[in-house]
Each structure stands twice: as C-alpha cells, then as structure tokens.
T-cell receptor, first 116, second 112 residues
C-alpha cells in the first residue's frame, strides 16, 4: 500500500510554545488529508479535513486558531499546535487519501506530543 | 450521530481463532474498515468491506457483515503472538475514506 510519513514521531515542547507536525504522502498525491487525535486507550477523534489549496474544515469543538492546518502541496500537510499546553499532549495521527473516489486512506505512524 | 462500538478486550491462545466484533448505528455507512495498531504506532489498514457484501476473506482474515443487524466481525485464523495489538473498527459514508468514525478499539492479547 501507499506510504504516509509523519514527522517527528515524538516531540517534547515547553508550555506556551508552538510545534509543527508534518504529514507527507511519499508515493502518491494526496488531495485530502485528515488529522486525528488519539487519547490514551481511546479511539481516534477526527480533528479536521485538509484539502490541498484550500482552508481546512474543522470538526465541531476543535479550535482552528489553536490547531493550524496547512495543505500547501499534494504531498504535504502540516498541523501546528500553537501556544501548547499540557492538555494538548496526545498522539496525533494523519491519514491521506489519493482521490475523491478512493476507498482507502493510509495512515501515518503518528506523532506523540508531550507538553511540559 | 454515528456510533461505533467494540468490546474492549479479547484474549486467545496462540493457534486459536480470534473473533472481534463491532456494531455501528449509521445505516448509510458504505464502507467498513478494520485497522490494526501496534503500541506507539499508527494505524495499518487490514481490510475493508463494502456494505453490499456479506463476507470478505483475505488470507487469515475473514470479515463478516450483517447489514440488517449493523454488525461487523473480524476473524483471525491461527492467531499468532504477532497479532497482539489494538484492532479498530471504522465506518465511512460514500467514498469518503479517511474521514471515518472509529470504535474505541479491541485490545487483542495472544498468549503462547
């Protein structure tokens, strides 16, 4: 299957700073990427849908000013957690879909964010 | 809204079959997925089934779908210790793969 790579896999940042997480589709062009957050021993919660060249669509309850998403190219989407707080510590996972009618989405390996 | 439910834990002995169950509420779900997540890793798509199918088999994996009861199951034959992981059931509408609703995951433990 297609490969989606996230970077970094782990990051520790100080409270109040911002951190950027990258999601890259390595061998296909991803028109749409999705950002999920996973709490410990919990399921994945969809945060936002990122479409190349347009603004991201955020799910209800997700602060768009706090979680900035940019999808500037067909192979890269970034999630920036701004002014991070300890409660933002979580596992963030992206997925990418190649085309509008593609039935499969491919997930990155996830990024473990710890805010201290 | 959509809801997907799974039992949280399953323990089996190596060599036995594992059956992980999932129920969903959205009757308009078009695709149903099974993902595997190993500790500290992302999700690996194992298989998916289109809602007009009853069964799909792929090597050791068999997916059964009862659309009337909105029940999905994943059977792993000859379960190995390497199959120990969390298994997520997910559903999506139309061809909107990637924007899915996930269950809470079933932790499968395979004992030698």
């Amino acid at each position: 299957g297609a490969v989606v790579s996230q970077h970094p896999s782990r990051v520790i940042c100080k409270s109040g700073t911002s951190v950027k997480i990258e999601c890259r589709s390595l061998d296909f062009q991803a028109t749409t990427m999705f950002w999920y957050r996973q709490f410990p021993k919990k399921s994945l919660m969809l945060m936002a849908t990122s479409n190349e060249g347009s603004k991201a669509t955020y799910e209800q309850g997700v602060e768009k000013d706090k979680f900035l998403i940019n999808h500037a190219s067909l192979t890269l989407s970034t999630l920036t957690v701004t002014s991070a707080h300890p409660e933002d510590s979580s596992f963030y996972i992206c997925s990418a879909r190649a085309g509008e009618s593609d039935t499969e989405a491919f997930f990155g390996q996830g990024t473990r964010l710890t805010v201290v | 809204g959509e809801d997907v439910e799974q039992s949280l834990f399953l323990s089996v002995r190596e060599g036995d079959s594992s059956v992980i169950n999932c129920t969903y509420t959205d009757s308009s779900s078009t695709y149903l997925y099974w993902y595997k997540q190993e500790p500290g890793a992302g999700l690996q798509l194992l298989t998916y089934i289109f809602s007009n199918m009853d069964m799909k088999q792929d090597q050791r994996l068999t997916v059964l779908l009862n659309k009337k009861d909105k029940h999905l199951s994943l059977r792993i034959a000859d379960t190995q210790t390497g199959d120990s992981a969390i298994y997520f059931c997910a559903e999506s509408m139309g061809t909107n793969a990637g924007k899915s609703t996930f269950g809470d995951g079933t932790t499968l433990t395979v004992k030698p």
